[in-house]
């Protein structure tokens, strides 16, 4: 008898579990709140930037809005969406009529999930990042725009570079005295990470400056106010590089705008440390072959922009141009033309693309998704008028 009581109990508890998930009322809950957080995030990227603007309202499960003095908990979209997709799955597919009347309604909300799973891909799998490229320079990196990573290089007797890297998830914790030490057993040194900042220059020390951080060479990073557009900001460490087989121990200081890396001979052999945004390999080899640009009469400012590349992919050399509305796809990357410089350049100087890229398995699910919801909406409504028409017609 009690374990019949059970069964109806929990019967009880998933259905009323359904039914709550399906509720009308919860989906219109859902949807207000994420018209809040898309208004609240909107005011606040004039101060803190869209990156990290994006980070609190849209990639987080719980968040805190500061009301004035009082700090307000709040669902992240993240767990907004969330509930959403489950709604839709529950109240749209699972409990939903399946009858010929419906199958309009079903095959506009297959389309919404859809929707839901680009967007949950492109936040969990995608990479974005972009390349920039003088006219006659090519690669086959491009680099994020918010990430940073301490690579550690070594040329091999072939010539080729080595390296091994540092995530910046890894050490840009490590703020003031605290450190992080990395080690592996392909390296006769310990890395040693401190003093990181998120923003930061390179200064002299002088006889009025009174710095907490270590002077290497009569020079020091000083920690910058963190500016709103994440790209902007140049991130600094200290680091040490400490022999495993000795008491040898080299300081340095590395900044995210050098060009070159900072090198060290350890036991006859020259090592390179570098702070650099994180970069991705690309499948192929772009090269800038010209940029073009044509301006608004009468002023600098451009009309319209584009590049001509050469695609190296395989050996195989092809031209194109990517434009602003002209994107190239290729193997699984879409490199957008996003900008160009120097700005105000006097006639003749050289040019520089930027060339953003983003690397998403999902980059056609919306497009399918909209098709799906177009095709649902087309059939339910094309029955909706064709009944009318047929009740009109008996009448």
């Not at 040490?240 to 060290?264: H, I």
């Not at 050469?310 to 050996?315: D, H, L, P, Y």
């Not at 059939?379 to 009318?388: A, N, V």
């Amino acid at each position: 008898m009690n374990q019949v009581n059970k069964e109806t109990s929990v019967t009880v508890l998933g259905g009323r579990v359904m039914q709550a998930l399906s509720s009308l009322r919860l989906s219109c809950t859902l949807l207000i709140l994420l018209g809040l957080l898309t208004w609240l995030g909107t005011l606040e990227q004039a101060e803190h930037g869209l990156y990290e603007v994006q980070r609190k309202y849209f990639e987080s499960y719980i968040l805190f809005f500061d009301a004035g003095p009082i700090s307000v908990p709040l669902p992240g979209a993240n767990l907004v969406m969330t509930l959403l997709f489950f709604n839709i799955v529950v109240g749209g597919i699972v409990r939903l009529r399946k009858t010929s009347n419906q199958l309009g309604v079903l095959i506009v909300h297959v389309g919404m999930l859809l929707l839901f799973a680009a967007g949950f891909i492109k936040l969990n799998y995608s990479e974005e990042g972009h390349v920039t490229l003088y006219e006659g320079d090519a690669s086959n990196t491009y680099q994020s725009y918010h990430k940073w990573e301490v690579a550690v290089s070594r040329m091999l007797p072939d010539r080729t570079v080595k390296e091994w890297l540092i995530p910046g998830q890894q050490f840009l914790g490590a703020h003031g005295d605290e450190s992080q030490v990395f080690r592996s057993d392909d390296l006769p040194f310990d890395v040693v990470l401190s003093h990181v900042m998120s923003n930061s220059r390179p200064l002299r020390k002088g006889p009025m400056f009174e710095v907490d951080v270590p002077v290497i060479d009569g020079q020091f990073l000083k920690e910058e106010p963190r500016l709103p557009d994440s790209e902007r900001n140049t991130a600094g460490v200290y680091v040490s590089l400490q022999e495993t087989a000795g008491d040898t121990q080299v300081d340095a200081m590395l900044w995210g705008r050098d060009v070159e890396p900072y090198q060290v001979d350890v036991d006859g052999v020259r090592w390179g440390v570098q702070l650099r945004r994180e970069r991705y390999p690309m499948p192929f080899t772009i090269a800038l072959d010209d940029f073009i640009k044509e301006e608004h009469p009468g002023t600098m400012m451009p009309k319209w922009f584009s590049s001509d590349v050469t695609v190296v992919e395989e050996g195989s050399p092809r031209s194109l141009r990517i434009s602003m509305n002209e994107p190239l796809r290729n193997n699984g990357l879409v490199m957008y033309q996003a900008s160009w410089g120097p700005a105000n350049a006097a006639p003749g100087t050289p040019l520089f693309s930027t060339l953003a890229v983003v690397r998403n398995p999902s980059d056609q699910y919306p497009l399918y998704a909209c098709i799906l919801i177009a095709i649902g909406l087309l059939l339910h409504f094309m029955r909706r008028l064709s009944g009318y028409i047929r009740a009109e017609s008996r009448s």
